[in-house]
């Protein structure tokens, strides 16, 4: 098994900033892709972005392009998402995945760290 524990949501006014870490134990970090994900209410889970298990590769959401960067320190264990420019839209739960790089359907989820956006 795999462990995620997200930190870093909050509380923040629109046009602020906060960074999401996403600290993985229990398995080879560098096996697996990395992955942020949101859900507000009422709404399904979407993908935001995602990044490859050497950190080589990227993607993004539209809605998040521009404004969100992820990264990964493979020697800390930990992937990092970077928000600016944040929008009350982007409130949400925001959890980690972290999807195998060859075993297909090996993937784990955090708990979630709630982020919040004021207008």
């Known amino acids: 098994q795999m462990q995620l524990v997200e930190s870093g949501g909050g509380l923040v006014q629109a046009g602020g900033s906060l960074r999401l870490s996403c600290a993985a134990s229990g398995r080879t970090f560098s096996n697996y892709a990395m992955g942020w994900f949101r859900q507000a209410p009422g709404k399904e889970r979407e993908f935001v972005a995602g990044?490859?298990?050497?950190?080589?590769?990227?993607d993004y959401a539209d809605s998040v392009k521009g404004r969100f960067t992820i990264s990964r320190d493979n020697a800390k264990n930990t992937v990092y998402l970077q928000m600016n420019s944040l929008k009350p839209e982007d409130t949400a739960v925001y959890y980690c995945n972290a999807d195998h790089s060859v075993e297909v359907g090996l993937e784990y989820w955090g708990q979630g760290t709630q982020v919040t956006v004021s207008s």
């Open positions: 990044i490859s298990w050497s950190g080589e590769s990227t």
